[in-house]
């Protein structure tokens, strides 16, 4: 599983902030646009709030060459169904039976994980620490 941890400015909407996280992973041809329409669709199905200031959206694809952990912070919070105040996304883009998934959620379930994963000063040298 790769984990990338992303900070983002200029974001002013939860759709911008998909379709930025989407796209950082520079991926290959239509598969950006079926994430982001996955990930639009776990939406309509309830929150994916877990914390406070916190997301974290989940989908499965096959077509993903590898499952992804992004840890995306914003500079400033953003509306998200009812919050008015989120800024840091874990967004899990996962292959189908990927156990590496499966470790690393049962990892984030530890409170001081979500809380060092919220911290704005977070490296991703920091972010790979955590998950080692």
Do not use: C
Not at 93 to 99: F, G, H, M
């Amino acid at each position: 599983m790769k984990k990338v941890l992303t900070k983002l400015t200029t974001i002013n909407s939860y759709h911008d902030w998909l379709s930025a996280t989407v796209n950082a992973l520079e991926l290959s041809s239509a598969l950006p646009n079926e994430l982001l329409t996955q990930l639009q669709q776990r939406d309509y199905l309830g929150s994916v709030q877990i914390a406070e200031h916190v997301i974290m959206p989940h989908i499965v694809n096959q077509s993903l060459p590898d499952s992804w952990l992004i840890v995306s912070q914003l500079d400033r919070p953003v509306r998200y169904m009812t919050s008015n105040s989120i800024t840091t996304g874990i967004f899990i883009l996962s292959r189908p039976a990927d156990s590496s998934v499966t470790d690393a959620v049962d990892h984030l379930t530890d409170e001081s994980v979500i809380r060092a994963l919220q911290d704005p000063q977070l490296s991703q040298r920091q972010l790979q620490g955590l998950f080692s």
